[in-house]
């Protein structure tokens, strides 16, 4: 799941059928974006890129797409901020999010580190209450049970799966991004959208680049050009996110993260030959259920007007 963009407050806004259509369109493709991100993360993996090298093309060439936007829409005074150290918490958790699944991917299948990133949302409302001191009810504590259940679904939980170091990585991955979306949602406030990106994106090339005295290698150039690429679609993808939730509302357009699985599967297809497990599907379909089921919750909540 994505995080890198603001998290809007739902609202009963009315937009035209073209506009919503093609918010949805921007949404499946920004997780076209992230399943080729994520699928090229794992090649380069397997080509001997360490983690960190991986993290700051990532982030270094996603600059390429965020700053043509920001020069064409909002201009570079947007990036004027009074709240750095918000910036550095937010950077800090996100980085770690991103990190985690990076890293899932480079140890799990492809398929199965996409479905274990679904489990974001749920940690996010669980983390809501102690945080944001947010009134969580019944429903939506029992929706967040469901989508823990399907995780262990995932996981096959017996002592030999639990101890995969990919899904503690991809664990440690979604809780970073959940965490990345509840300091969003408190700083989104007063910071737009393209500046949360652009200082995210500084951090991330600079955490990557203070890893270069510990062990980066010379990529050949077919190897260059992959991450060259990988950052580019990871900049396209963080703008196609922001798009999709300003010209659509969020609640119709979040359900369409979970193409992404679908995506990642057909990537995982022609490079590996790659089937998803069945109990992959399984567990990412009950996620998937209870991530939406969250999502109806707070719509409908922030709907309602107050008593």
Wanted: with cysteine; aromatic share 10%.
């Amino acid at each position: 799941m994505a995080s890198d963009t603001p998290v809007p407050i739902p609202g009963p806004l009315q937009r035209p059928a073209a506009r919503v259509g093609f918010g949805i369109l921007l949404r499946v493709c920004a997780m076209a974006c992230l399943a080729g991100l994520f699928g090229l993360v794992k090649v380069a993996s397997e080509r001997g890129v360490p983690i960190f090298e991986t993290l700051f093309f990532r982030n270094a060439f996603a600059f390429i797409p965020i700053a043509i936007y920001i020069w064409r829409t909002s201009g570079f005074g947007v990036l004027r901020t009074t709240r750095p150290g918000a910036h550095a918490t937010r950077a800090m958790v996100g980085l770690t999010g991103m990190i985690g699944g990076f890293l899932a991917v480079s140890h799990l299948p492809l398929t199965e580190a996409t479905a274990l990133s679904f489990s974001a949302p749920l940690f996010m409302t669980a983390l809501s209450v102690p945080l944001l001191k947010e009134s969580v009810g019944p429903h939506r504590w029992a929706a967040v049970a469901v989508g823990f259940v399907g995780v262990l679904i995932m996981i096959r939980p017996d002592p030999a799966n639990l101890a995969n170091i990919g899904v503690i990585f991809a664990l440690i991955g979604a809780v970073g991004s959940a965490l990345a979306m509840i300091t969003i949602r408190q700083i989104s406030m007063t910071e737009p959208g393209p500046r949360i990106v652009f200082y995210f994106t500084v951090a991330g090339a600079l955490a990557g680049l203070a890893s270069l005295p510990f062990g980066w290698i010379m990529p050949d150039p077919g190897t260059f050009a992959l991450l060259v690429v990988m950052g580019l679609l990871g900049g396209v993808g963080q703008l196609l996110l922001t798009e999709a939730i300003r010209v659509a509302p969020v609640a119709v357009v979040a359900p369409f993260d979970y193409t992404q699985l679908v995506w990642a599967s057909l990537f995982a297809f022609l490079v590996w030959e790659e089937l998803p497990r069945a109990l992959t599907l399984v567990g990412a379909g009950v996620v998937a259920a209870s991530g939406l089921y969250i999502l109806y919750r707070e719509t409908r909540r922030r709907r309602e007007p107050p008593a």
